[in-house]
């Protein structure tokens, strides 16, 4: 299978089985998607050294945890559940399901363990490097192991005996083979183009070792996430540490929300943009893409366009049908131990020469705000940056006259992206959290009826 940049999961679907974490997208993209159906449960507890994403795609689910502040949830469609690294986790399937799973491009060790069903105590546990052996092959290492050894089947406490595990329902051998093949290709056909690669390096040892950021495990329905979005690109969980995903919504409905207008955006790491359902001409449900670090974003202006009418109804350079909708999940991982930067820039409607380019870090908040508890009040401080720029260009006529055509560009619809909403919010929320700390000290410091008797 020759990997790509663009693919219907949906129709990827049939030729996937059970937890097959077949990787979809080039060699290179961070976060990977790796996809599975499955109509069984998973036989063993998963375990990734780094934080991964679970979105459920079609059918019903359980995802049990060990160890963790969570014990289950239950998984229907659009759901996403953040799963820290050195979690174990299980999935039960409940009915016919199809799960993606994004990944770091390096997941670094991995391994499976089972438990005892009536102590909850660890019986066994494999464990290997993803540099040097992929998660399918150490899959089958494993369960193989399992079956033909009894004393990893066995409960020290209980003496009970775990059931071998039937390996006919998986096809773990075909698919190891099928990445080895698509690696191959991928990495000679890159080699090929110039293109530098980052390699994984074999560890030298199997320990696992500590995420750079902690998260805890956590659920949230797409749908019922969106619906009280209060911008584009909202981040779907509270981890926007170093290494961790950061899936974010977007939904579009610009015959109710007026135009989107149209930027450039720029990201040292990559965005994995999956649709979560659209009536559109350009959008499919189900289909992944990842666009390249500099891209345009929104309705893209026509070359061809005189400038002088800005309506909502006129033809533009990529209209889509009037009454398009869209939700959209667009996922990155957050830089590790190396710098992330991003920008935003505007160009002129009529021509196309650049307006105004604001470069920043991805992790600097554009204002000065007091009292901050943590770093996690801030939200994702991207959203803020726009709204900053947004405010800039569209506050000052000289900003939007093109240098070279000396067209006036009309203001930007900062209305329909949100990002000023989300910024306000930001300082809202550290301010009154504030006042309440105040008052909730005020109140602590009286003295008790008790110590005053």
């Known amino acids: 299978m020759r990997r790509k940049n663009r693919v219907d999961l949906y129709a990827e679907a049939p030729a996937r089985g059970n937890f097959d974490e077949c990787p979809m997208l080039e060699i290179g993209i961070e976060p990977q998607l790796h996809l599975s159906r499955s109509d069984v449960d998973q036989p063993f507890f998963l375990i990734c050294e780094q934080d991964c994403v679970i979105a459920q795609m079609h059918g019903t689910a359980r995802i049990e945890f060990r160890n963790a502040s969570v014990n289950y949830f239950d998984l229907v469609l ?74 990893m089947r066995t409960c020290p406490d ?105 930027f450039i955006h720029e990201n040292t790491v990559n965005e994995v943009n999956l649709c979560f359902g659209a009536r559109s001409n350009f959008r499919t449900s189900g289909a992944v893409f990842v666009g390249p670090m500099q891209h345009g974003v929104g309705q893209k202006p026509d070359p061809n366009f005189s400038g002088e009418k800005h309506g909502v109804g006129e033809k533009r350079g990529n209209e ?67 709204a900053w720029i947004c405010e800039r260009i569209n506050g000052d006529d000289a900003l939007r006259i093109c240098s070279k055509c000396g067209h006036l560009n009309p203001k930007f619809p900062t209305s329909y992206w949100g990002w000023a909403d989300y910024r306000r919010r930001t300082h809202v929320v550290v301010g009154a959290r504030k006042i309440m700390e105040d008052a909730a000290l005020k109140a602590m410091q009286a003295p008790s009826p008790v110590a005053a008797e």
Not at 107 to 121: D, F, I, M, N, R
Not at 139 to 146: E, H, T, V
Request: hydrophobic share 35%; aromatic share 10%; glycine share 6%.
């Open 78 to 151: 659009g759901d996403f559940v953040y799963v820290p690294g050195g979690t174990a986790h299980r999935i039960l399937t409940t009915s016919p399901s199809l799960q993606v799973r994004y990944k770091p491009e390096h997941a670094g060790l991995e391994g499976v363990a089972w438990y005892s069903p009536k102590t909850g105590a660890e019986i066994s546990r494999v464990v290997w490097d993803c540099a040097v052996e992929l998660p399918q092959e150490g899959y089958l290492r494993a369960c193989s192991a399992f079956n033909d050894n009894v004393a």
């Open 158 to 262: 209980t003496g009970a005996v775990l059931p071998q595990i039937d390996l006919s329902r998986f096809n773990w051998a075909r698919v190891a083979a099928e990445i080895r093949e698509a690696e191959a290709f991928e990495t000679a056909r890159l080699e090929k183009r110039g293109a530098s690669l980052r390699r994984a390096v074999p560890r030298g040892d199997l320990t696992f070792r500590p995420p750079p950021t902690q998260t805890e495990p956590a659920r949230t329905n797409i749908y019922e996430f969106v619906r009280v979005a209060t911008t584009q690109l909202n981040p779907m969980f509270p981890y926007l540490g170093p290494g961790c995903m950061v899936p974010c919504s977007a939904m579009h409905d610009p015959e109710w929300r007026s135009a989107m207008g149209y």
């Open 320 to 386: 889509d049908r009037p009454d398009m909708i869209a939700i959209h999940v667009i996922t990155q991982r957050q830089a590790v131990d190396e710098p992330q930067r991003e920008a935003v820039s505007f160009v002129c409607e009529k021509c196309e020469t650049e307006l105004i380019r604001h470069p920043y870090d991805a992790f600097a908040y554009p204002d000065t705000i007091d009292h901050v508890p943590n770093e996690a009040f801030l939200g994702l401080p991207t959203i803020a940056q726009d």
